[in-house]
């Protein structure tokens, strides 16, 4: 599939850090290329979509999106919450790997260029919604940290490892004059940069006394597809003899017949309250792989809210 080569007009300068990401995954990582794309496009149109160069380039767009769809049967391209997933998992392993290189002093381009990257893709990651905290706090630290590091290369300085103080970012501009990396038609005049080589994980110990609240992600090399995260495996449990639950009918499902069990609280449930409450649990399941109890509970917390009263607020 030929890469989405339309010329920008000058206005939309905005989403050309959107745009070079996709195009860096186009190849990598079809669902992470298609939602940059996507995010790309919703930003373009609000900041226009009435001028004849605008509207030429944000119809070029919307048929590149189409085109991906129609090309490829990926569930994370036609299912959101499927979509949601996968864009925040990469994010985060992206960002473990330029937040391992800085908390192991290994201070490069490639560093600067990893923290920018996962900044932009917590970014993409407002098209499934309000993200949750810790996300939040990630995309603000990543892009912070990509400023902080190029600043001080560029000034002969050595940075220092990890959070500065309690607030970490604060006190920093997030994206002071941050040159983009090379290799697109979208790219201003600037350093390129070559991939990072692999690297091997080691997640950061509670006694580090480096890591704030919230920083976290797992591990990958921006430069290469994410490997899939298996758990270790765990010794299985002896059978019981009690009842298994009914498995669902798929032929009831097939012909309309079939019909969920009723809510216990006799609320009438619609497919989004079922699929937002999906969001607080993935959500909740994340925060507690990070060992964050305050996001976990608040969002399972809103999951049974939800499907209990109908309504998360």
């Known amino acids: 599939m030929a890469s989405f080569n339309v010329p920008l007009p000058h206005n939309l300068k905005p989403i050309q850090h959107y745009l070079k990401t996709a195009a860096e995954h186009e190849k990598r990582d079809i669902v992470v290329a298609y939602y940059c794309l996507l995010h790309a496009l919703q930003r373009a149109m609000e900041i226009d979509k009435k001028s004849p160069e605008a509207r030429t380039f944000l119809v070029a767009l919307m048929d590149h999106l189409e085109k991906i769809k129609k090309e490829h049967d990926d569930e994370a391209i036609h299912n959101e919450v499927v979509g949601q997933a996968h864009m925040e998992n990469y ?3 992206v960002f473990l790997y330029a937040d391992n290189e800085d908390r192991a002093s290994r201070f490069n381009k490639n560093v600067v260029k990893s923290f920018y990257t996962a900044g932009m893709l917590f970014d993409v990651l407002t098209n499934f919604g309000e993200p949750a905290e810790d996300i939040e706090k990630n995309r603000k630290y990543a892009k912070w940290k990509a400023a902080y590091i190029h600043k001080c290369l560029k000034n002969g300085e050595t940075p220092l490892p990890g959070p500065l103080g309690e607030d ?5 501009d997030p994206m002071p004059q941050m040159p983009q990396p090379g290799g697109s038609s979208y790219d201003q005049p600037g350093t390129s940069y070559s991939a990072p080589p692999p690297t091997s994980f080691s997640a950061p110990g509670p006694s580090s006394g480096l890591q704030p609240p919230g920083v976290h992600a797992p591990p990958t090399t921006p430069m290469d597809s994410p490997p899939v995260y298996e758990p270790p495996s765990l010794p299985k449990p002896a059978p019981r003899s009690s009842p298994q639950p009914p498995k669902h009918d798929f032929t009831a499902v097939a012909n309309n017949n079939w019909e969920p069990a009723p809510n216990p609280a006799g ?9 937002k409450a999906m969001k607080y649990c993935k959500y909740a399941s994340s925060a507690l792989q990070y060992e964050d109890s305050k996001t976990a509970i608040d969002n399972l917390q809103k999951a049974l809210r939800l499907i209990t009263t109908g309504s998360d607020s």
């Open 91 to 93: 994010a985060l392993k």
């Open 168 to 172: 970490g970012e604060e006190g920093f």
């Open 267 to 275: 609320v009438s449930l619609t497919s989004q309250h079922y699929q």
